[in-house]
């Protein structure tokens, strides 16, 4: 990871709310549920009739033929374990919990798929922030947020700005599929805002 740009926001004041619905997330990605898939993608009967399978929801794509360097990149599952930053947490005067966002990143040759374990499937497992690109850097006054359940993973489609992962609650590992070379500022680049932007996740 490598820092390219810090971005004064003390002028935005926005609150940005989390959505809860996964509707809208395409322009970024894919929501990989299942629910929310069925109705758009082929369907195959797997397993002896045992499984349905539903076909090619997401990509994986490498395009480290086009980076500077010429270094190739391998797919690479890799394990997170994300926790809880206290101290980016804080309520509003309904309870309601606010999240400062400060940081947003891409992978400008890769996409990237998130996999929670060990979330129930309708637990609010984590937060994905994500923002249009504006010439070549995050168009964060359009900053849109979303709350993925447990039984929810998430893609990020290639060169997609996104926040680090935010997860709710407690601990989650994901299992994380990309693709990486050995060029740091290739696999990724970050923005800092201070003192960020100000997400809202609304109490149910």
């Not at 758009?40 to 349905?52: K, L």
């Not at 993925?148 to 601990?171: C, D, Q």
Request: glycine letters at 4%; charged letters at 25%.
């Amino acid at each position: 990871m490598v820092k390219i740009l810090d971005v004064d926001t003390s002028a935005f004041t926005k609150i940005i709310d989390a959505k809860r619905s996964y509707d809208g997330y395409e322009k970024y990605g894919v929501a990989m549920n299942v629910d929310h898939l069925k109705e758009s993608v082929s369907i195959d009967e797997a397993n002896q009739g045992s499984a349905i399978k539903l076909v090619k929801v997401a990509p994986c794509i490498n395009k480290y033929s086009d980076a500077p360097s010429g270094h190739p990149a391998t797919t690479n599952w890799n394990i997170f374990r994300s926790s809880v930053i206290a101290e980016k947490w804080t309520k509003d005067n309904e309870g309601n919990d606010i999240y400062n966002l400060s940081v947003l990143e891409k992978h400008p040759y890769s996409t990237q798929t998130f996999v929670p374990m060990g979330r129930s499937q309708e637990e609010d497992a984590y937060v994905v922030n994500v923002a249009p690109d504006k010439n070549g850097q995050p168009d964060y006054e359009n900053v849109e947020s979303y709350v993925f359940k447990g039984n929810t993973a998430v893609t990020y489609n290639l060169n997609t700005w996104h926040s680090p992962m935010v997860v709710l609650g407690k601990t989650t590992d994901f299992c994380v599929v990309t693709n990486e070379n050995d060029v740091p500022k290739e696999n990724c680049v970050e923005v800092f805002y201070n003192p960020g932007m100000n997400i809202r996740v609304t109490k149910v």
